[in-house]
T-cell receptor
Framework: GAGVSQSPSNKVTEKGKDVELRCDPI?????LYWYRQRLGQGLEFLIY????????KSGLPSDRFSAERTGESVSTLTIQRTQQEDSAVYLC??????????????FGQGTRLTVV | DAKTTQPPSMDCAEGRAANLPCNHS???????VYWYRQIHSQGPQYIIH???NNETNEMASLIITEDRKSSTLILPHATLRDTAVYYC????????????FGKGTHLIIQP
């Protein structure tokens, strides 16, 4: 596809269950970001991948959160033992590169996670 | 500390130019000014970016002051579909902190 694709678009899960969210970046984009956006709030940075470098995990809120990326393609964000406070829209973005480049980022439509 | 300061909200009449200000007094020499917007229930969308010179594209114009400490995003003929939260970001354009979103300006276009 032409844009960043995220799946599922909506996910309802029971408290305590694990969930996996998927992001397919734009082909050729080496940089990939995950954000969380709670209702009525701003975007919180979670994790950043750039090529084969070690990811920047500085935004992950707890060890229940993890993310992987296979090369420069799909990424999955995993939340273990979900809590109600994890309810949010999870957004993925990709961009062409890193370094000092004036690149723009492209966002997916997000996955709306509801923990009940 | 936030790198940018924006008013929390603004109104603009449909058909008029919307001028959204942003202060970035601590911007460094190689940092760009980026603007994104987020329409309700959608992912953020890139609008425009610039370094020193004013920039224009099909969506908007970006005016950056000579000292680069502030900028203005201009939507020349605002429509109802331009109602969104507009984020001004100062960035090198990459890296983990390349996209640090503040609270933005909620622009409401009035019919």
């Amino acid at each position: 596809g032409a844009g960043v694709s995220q799946s599922p678009s909506n996910k309802v899960t029971e408290k305590g269950k694990d969930v996996e969210l998927r992001c397919d970046p734009i082909s050729g984009h080496t940089a990939l970001y995950w954000y969380r956006q709670r209702l009525g709030q701003g975007l919180e940075f979670l994790i950043y991948f750039q090529g084969n470098s070690a990811p920047d995990k500085s935004g992950l809120p707890s060890d229940r959160f993890s993310a992987e990326r296979t090369g420069e393609s799909v990424s999955t964000l995993t939340i273990q033992r979900t809590q109600q406070e994890d309810s949010a829209v999870y957004l993925c973005a990709s961009s062409l590169g890193d370094l000092i480049m004036n690149t723009e980022a492209f966002f997916g439509q997000g996955t709306r996670l509801t923990v009940v | 500390d936030a790198k940018t300061t924006q008013p929390p909200s603004m109104d603009c009449a449909e058909g008029r130019a919307a001028n959204l200000p942003c202060n970035h007094s601590t911007i460094s020499g190689n940092e760009y000014v980026y603007w994104y917007r987020q329409i309700h229930s959608q992912g953020p969308q890139y609008i425009i970016h610039g370094l020193k010179n004013n920039e224009t594209n099909e969506m908007a114009s970006l005016i950056i002051t000579e000292d680069r400490k502030s900028s203005t995003l201009i939507l020349p003929h605002a429509t109802l579909r331009d109602t969104a939260v507009y984020y001004c970001i100062v960035s090198l354009g990459g890296g983990a902190d390349g996209l640090t979103f503040g609270k933005g300006t909620h622009l409401i276009i009035q019919p």
